[in-house]
């Protein structure tokens, strides 16, 4: 819809004025058809799981080209997620997770959530982005 697109814009203009090293988005609301070119920030990269079935939710991240970063295979994650290992020198690494949590989740989200931190080899040091409200139903 057009305030999905206005807030779009507003949180890619936020993102150039600020000078952020990443940032990351939960209801991206993007689709596989959704042109790369409409998103694309100069400077940044972009990582992103768009939702296939239904539509709504999708998670991205825009990380600085200047640096490191790598997609990490989250195994078994039925969750809408994006795992990336960050990387801003040898003695500073970390993992980051974005992730959408839908608002009709159950506690079975939260189990899955636990489960996939568990299962993946992440970094010592891991930053999560997106889950906005911890309501257990």
Same mark, same amino acid.
């Given at each position: %819809? $057009?305030?999905?697109?206005?807030?779009?814009?507003?949180?890619?203009?936020?993102?150039?004025?600020?000078?952020?090293?990443?940032?990351?988005?939960?209801? %991206?609301?993007?689709?596989?058809? #959704?042109?790369?070119?409409?998103?694309?920030?100069?400077?940044?990269?972009?990582? $992103?799981?768009?939702?296939?079935?239904?539509?709504?939710?999708?998670?991205?991240?825009?990380?600085?080209?200047?640096?490191?970063?790598?997609?990490?295979?989250?195994?078994?994650?039925?969750?809408?997620?994006?795992?990336?290992?960050?990387?801003?020198?040898?003695?500073? #690494?970390?993992?980051?997770?974005?992730?959408?949590?839908?608002?009709? %989740?159950? #506690?079975?989200?939260?189990?899955?959530?636990?489960?996939?931190?568990?299962?993946?080899?992440?970094?010592?040091?891991?930053?999560?982005?997106?889950?906005?409200?911890?309501?257990?139903?």
């Amino acid at each position: %819809s $057009r305030n999905k697109g206005v807030a779009l814009i507003f949180l890619l203009s936020v993102l150039t004025a600020s000078n952020l090293d990443f940032m990351g988005l939960s209801e %991206s609301w993007l689709h596989s058809n #959704s042109p790369q070119a409409a998103i694309m920030v100069p400077g940044y990269q972009i990582y $992103r799981r768009d939702r296939v079935k239904s539509k709504g939710s999708g998670v991205m991240v825009y990380i600085k080209r200047c640096i490191q970063a790598e997609e990490t295979d989250l195994a078994n994650c039925d969750l809408y997620c994006i795992g990336l290992k960050i990387t801003f020198s040898p003695q500073m #690494s970390f993992s980051l997770i974005v992730i959408y949590r839908p608002p009709t %989740s159950n #506690s079975d989200f939260y189990d899955k959530f636990l489960n996939m931190l568990a299962r993946n080899n992440l970094d010592k040091e891991v930053i999560i982005m997106g889950i906005s409200a911890l309501i257990v139903r």
